[in-house]
């Protein structure tokens, strides 16, 4: 079930208006892979670009990038993993392999200077392998970070990490890559996001990935959950007191306006209860 | 993020993942006698050991819409004491002759849900090294629960005095006159009493909550003699901000040895906030299998953090709490099963479903 460009579009443009500083727009990836993503252009060409909030897209190759530039991109992101394993099957390469095709979006990007965030995919643990070592998280993070990648968001994408994991693999990572060029991306499948997300932002880390509505489930089990709720996340963080610029109540709405659209109901807790203090 | 085709087929099955990694293994044996909960000798600072108090056969099911039948009780406390938890919330000694069956407060609900206190105590299996504490507003519950079997009880008190009023009908004041009469013949007879202090992170009628009030009613509590004090984020509002805070003010009062912390997941903030507390060094942590019984005071929300969420977070910082999370995973199954219900655990949800998406 696709949803229709205009409420994607409209999504965007009210996700704008919240204070977000960062929304992640659309795939420049091919719809034979990812039908959901194939109106990247439309999407691209169609929604409020608010000054001061940055749009960036995914472009796994250099015809992606170049097509995301041409739909008139200013940031693009990539995705790398710490799983040989997961790389195989998802991208069917190895990681070096992966890395070399990220190298020429990487060289592109730099000549238009376009910024370029990159993703580690399994940091915590891997659907086919396992357990990842934080070592091999660390090394696949300098890499990239080396590449030339201003960031390097790190993703729990099964959700398996606890506290315990996520301050071994942080600790391993940040002796490679400076703390400031770090954001984590948490899964909320066994629960464990907002206590991971708490226990890197304890870290140092102050860039936190995350989906109105914790829209996006888990494709490795169904039924599951998988990205962490933006609202549930803002909510924490007001709590400590810690700014994000984010207006609430109005992501509230957002997430509100798209669940009636794709007619489901909200992964945001904060949004589920009705009470009010 | 990324394609998954028909890769996914050759995923890994949760099951397998999960026996895998450290922090579902096997328990290892509850610590040996002279090393009580909250005595810290991690190197991270954070309790070797925690104790888990199971909540969901009391609190759980007293906030379930359905009324469960007294058999399917005493099976799921049953399983519960199969599983390794120390501590086991059985049941409510509120009486239904003073409470009009149509009230909506504490005692209403309790009154019907819990009817069956009886029952549930003497049909119990009660297992060596588990306690089975209950429920016990006032003297006259007290004696019953105690003709019924009990061998420890807990009285609820609150950090608001609305919230008092309208659960209990009483102030603040009045409830720890009759927490004292509990308290005192309790002392009499060797019977261990825990004290619960509800709203200690805000009220649904107050809404922000002092952390010197919640200071204050616990220290009451514990003078009087209760041996733990479990800290109640009745409404789930708390942060781990304002749960930090608290707990400082109350940990003047109180050693932290006699501390426990009960959280609500309304917000999503229970786990952040659990972790918060076992950083600061409680060691004990109230939950309840499947995350059973919502939230009274917000329509469709959930109340009650999960037994096996927080078994596994523990299980992830290393911590010990002598819980196998398997047999608590099949108790919430029994149970959601039994009430037709989707379990409110995340770690169940994920791990019941074996293996990817057909």
Request: charged share 15%; hydrophobic share 40%.
């Amino acid at each position: 079930n696709v949803v229709p460009t205009a409420v994607k579009i409209n999504l965007i443009n009210m996700l704008s208006e919240t204070g977000l500083q960062v929304i992640e727009a659309t795939s420049f990836v091919s719809p034979k892979w990812v039908p959901q993503m194939a109106d990247h252009t439309e999407v691209m060409q169609g929604i409020n670009k608010l000054p001061g909030v940055s749009y960036p897209v995914l472009t796994p190759n250099l015809k992606g990038f170049q097509a995301a530039v041409a739909a008139g991109a200013k940031e693009v992101s990539i995705f790398g993993a710490a799983s040989e394993l997961f790389t195989k099957k998802n991208i069917n390469c190895s990681i070096a392999e992966s890395l070399e095709r990220f190298g020429e979006v990487m060289t592109a990007a730099r000549a238009a200077s376009i910024p370029v965030r990159g993703y580690v995919s399994c940091v915590l643990g891997c659907p086919y392998e396992g357990k990842i070592s934080a070592a091999k998280v660390a090394e696949v993070s300098k890499k990239m970070y080396s590449m030339g990648c201003y960031e390097i968001s790190l993703g729990d994408t099964i959700g398996i990490g606890t506290p315990g994991s996520m301050k071994e693999m942080l600790t391993a990572v940040m002796k490679e890559v400076p703390v400031g060029a770090l954001a984590v991306h948490c899964h909320d499948t066994y629960g464990q996001a907002l206590a991971n997300i708490l226990v890197a932002l304890q870290m140092g880390v102050s860039v936190v990935d995350a989906s109105v509505a914790g829209l996006g489930g888990c494709p490795y089990a169904q039924g599951a959950s998988g990205n962490v709720a933006t609202e549930d996340v803002v909510y924490m963080l007001n709590g400590l007191g810690v700014h994000t610029g984010v207006d609430l109540q109005k992501l509230v709405d957002v997430g509100t306006f798209i669940c009636n659209a794709l007619n489901r109901r909200t992964n945001s807790k904060v949004s589920q209860a009705s009470c009010r203090l | 993020m990324g394609t998954v085709p028909s890769a996914l087929k050759h995923c890994l099955s949760y099951q397998h993942l999960l026996k895998e990694q450290l922090w579902i293994g096997e328990p290892a044996a509850p610590p040996p006698a002279s090393l009580h909960a909250g005595q810290e000798s991690q190197a991270s600072g954070l309790p070797e050991y925690v104790k888990i108090v199971e909540v969901g056969p009391r609190d759980g099911l007293q906030n379930e819409k359905v009324i469960v039948p007294t058999d399917i009780k005493i099976e799921l406390i049953n399983r519960l004491s199969r599983t390794g938890l120390p501590a086991i919330e059985v049941t409510s000694f509120v009486s239904s002759k003073w409470v009009p069956q149509h009230s909506w407060d504490h005692q209403g609900r309790a009154s019907r849900k819990m009817a069956d206190h009886n029952e549930v105590m003497r049909g119990i299996e009660r297992h060596p090294g588990v306690q089975y504490p209950v429920l016990t507003p006032n003297l006259q519950g007290f004696h019953s629960a105690i003709a019924a079997g009990a061998t420890e009880v807990s009285v609820f008190g609150a950090a608001s005095e609305s919230f008092s009023r309208m659960n209990i009908n009483c102030s603040i004041e009045e409830s720890i006159e009759k927490f004292e009469e509990v308290a005192k013949s309790a002392r009499n007879m060797n019977i261990p009493v825990r004290g619960y202090v509800s709203c200690a992170l805000g009220c649904p009628y107050e809404g922000n909550i002092v952390p010197a009030k919640v200071a204050e009613v616990s220290k009451r509590l514990y003078s009087m003699g209760c041996y733990e004090i479990s800290l109640g984020d009745t409404i789930g509002v708390g942060t781990p901000g304002s749960m930090k805070r608290m707990l400082e003010a109350v940990m003047k009062e109180i050693p932290l040895s006699a501390l426990a912390v009960h959280c609500h997941d309304t917000y999503g903030q229970a786990l952040a906030n659990i972790l918060t507390a076992v950083q600061m060094g409680v060691a004990v942590v109230d939950s309840s299998v499947a995350g059973l019984g919502g939230c009274p005071y917000a329509k469709g929300a959930t109340g009650n953090v999960a037994t096996e969420d927080v078994v596994y977070m523990l299980n992830g910082l290393g911590i010990n709490t002598g819980v196998n999370l398997y047999t608590v995973m099949e108790a919430g199954n029994f149970i959601c099963t039994a009430l037709n219900k989707k379990t409110n655990s995340k770690v169940a949800q994920a791990s019941f479903n074996t293996g990817p998406i057909k």
